[in-house]
């Protein structure tokens, strides 16, 4: 019998090819038509536009309980941070709350950008000697380092001198004179770490692991009462120290920074996937968005430079060849069309569709998209 062909758009040359040899039929499933009611709303700033989509996805849950409602955002992790604050803003789980957001996130997130494995490296940082003062400042108010004096005036007072310095960086030594003079714990554990971080030396991949451990344990990190998405950030953080070992192997004894420096790429390098379980709410990407049927769906970031994408050919190809095998993301004509289908299927699969941008991103102006 034919072959049906259900929202297959642009097929590769490749493909076709692969149909026609089997040698039957071909037929195109009709296109759904569209039935989502479409909103538009633009934002001052990109601030503006993630409060909203949380307010709008909390407001949305409560009027309608057990709705599909799906966010379509982009692979930035700045914004994805700033969406799950925004999130657990709305649906009150940034305290007590914290393990009870009912949203998952399907995009992966680099390792090195979770907060646990982020404030990690920013305790391992003391190992090369200077530190950034904004960082450290960061790491204080950090639910994964216990601080039992977090709030005691000693604290307050060594934090007001590291300001008063007016430094973004300065080394260990001061930093640990200024905690010490302020009364603060943390001054009594700088000094019991004194010869870790101001010994210079090079040491091998487990001689720098064990180095690692000694120094967040010092710490208290990654601390008590950790979330199952946290619990499987630091089993995967475990299993990134075995690889930079493996990769430290390969090379002579490395100091300090390089050691660090192949750490955060080894990190880097891994996509933390979280295992969640199905909830009503879904943040995902706009490929992912395409297969899937919604109550209401809000796409954001829909600014002139992200829909359509700007065409990217590969530099080492001839551009006509690209062309002529239909290569993707290789013209802006492919690009708008690929925009296009992207856009039909959201609103043939939900009952609201929303779209949105801000109007500025970091003190640059932005402009709408055309669809």
């Known amino acids: 019998g034919p072959l049906t062909l259900?929202?297959?758009?642009?097929?590769?040359?490749?493909?076709?090819?692969?149909?026609?040899?089997?040698?039957?039929?071909?037929?195109?499933?009709?296109?759904?038509?569209?039935?989502?009611?479409?909103?538009?709303?633009?934002?001052?700033?990109?601030?503006d536009e993630?409060?909203?989509?949380?307010?709008?996805?909390?407001?949305?849950?409560?009027a309608r309980p057990g709705a599909r409602i799906g966010v379509v955002l982009?692979?930035?992790?700045?914004?994805?941070?700033?969406?799950d604050y925004q999130l657990r803003r709305a649906f009150d789980c940034v305290d007590a709350n914290y393990h009870r957001l009912p949203v998952n996130y399907s995009a992966g997130l680099a390792l090195d950008r979770a907060p646990l494995v982020r404030d990690a490296l920013g305790l391992l940082?003391?190992?090369?000697?200077?530190?950034?003062?904004?960082?450290?400042?960061?790491?204080?108010h950090s639910r994964f380092v216990p601080l039992p004096d977090r709030d005691e005036p000693a604290m307050v007072t060594f934090v007001e001198r590291l300001r008063a310095l007016g430094a973004r960086r300065i080394e260990v030594g001061l930093l640990r004179y200024q905690a010490g003079s302020a009364g603060t714990g943390l001054g009594q554990r700088l000094l019991d770490l004194r010869e870790m971080t101001e010994r210079r030396g090079r040491r091998d991949g487990p001689g720098w692991v064990a180095r690692?451990?000694?120094?967040?344990?010092?710490?208290?990190?990654?601390?008590?009462?950790l979330d199952s998405l946290e619990y499987q950030q630091y089993g995967l953080w475990e299993e990134t120290l075995g690889s930079f070992e493996?990769?430290?192997?390969?090379?002579?004894?490395?100091?300090?920074?390089?050691?660090?420096?192949?750490?955060?790429?080894?990190?880097?390098?891994?996509?933390?996937?979280?295992?969640t379980a199905d909830t009503d709410i879904q943040v995902l990407g706009a490929l992912e968005a395409a297969g899937l049927a919604f109550d209401a769906l809000w796409v954001s970031g829909m600014h002139a430079g992200a829909w359509p994408a700007p065409a990217r050919p590969n530099p080492l190809i001839p551009l006509s060849l690209q062309r002529r095998t239909r290569m993707p993301q290789c013209t802006p004509e492919g690009?708008?069309?690929?925009?296009?289908?992207?856009?039909?299927?959201?609103?043939?699969?939900?009952?609201?569709?929303?779209?949105?941008?801000?109007?500025a991103a970091d003190g640059a102006p932005l402009l709408p998209s055309p669809y």
């Open 74 to 83: 982009d692979a930035d992790p700045v914004r994805r941070a700033a969406l």
């Open 50 to 62: 993630l409060r909203a989509i949380a307010d709008w996805c909390a407001g949305f849950a409560a």
């Open 335 to 359: 690009e708008h069309a690929f925009a296009s289908q992207l856009l039909a299927r959201y609103a043939a699969a939900v009952d609201s569709l929303v779209m949105s941008t801000a109007l």
């Open 6 to 47: 259900v929202a297959c758009h642009d097929l590769s040359p490749l493909v076709e090819a692969c149909l026609k040899r089997l040698g039957e039929p071909l037929e195109e499933a009709p296109t759904a038509p569209p039935r989502a009611a479409r909103e538009v709303r633009c934002y001052a700033g990109q601030h």
């Open 212 to 225: 690692f451990r000694e120094l967040l344990a010092a710490f208290g990190w990654p601390g008590k009462g």
């Open 125 to 140: 940082a003391l190992l090369e000697g200077t530190v950034e003062v904004p960082a450290f400042l960061a790491l204080l």
């Open 246 to 275: 493996r990769c430290a192997a390969l090379g002579p004894p490395l100091g300090a920074p390089e050691a660090l420096k192949l750490l955060r790429e080894c990190l880097g390098q891994r996509v933390f996937q979280p295992k």
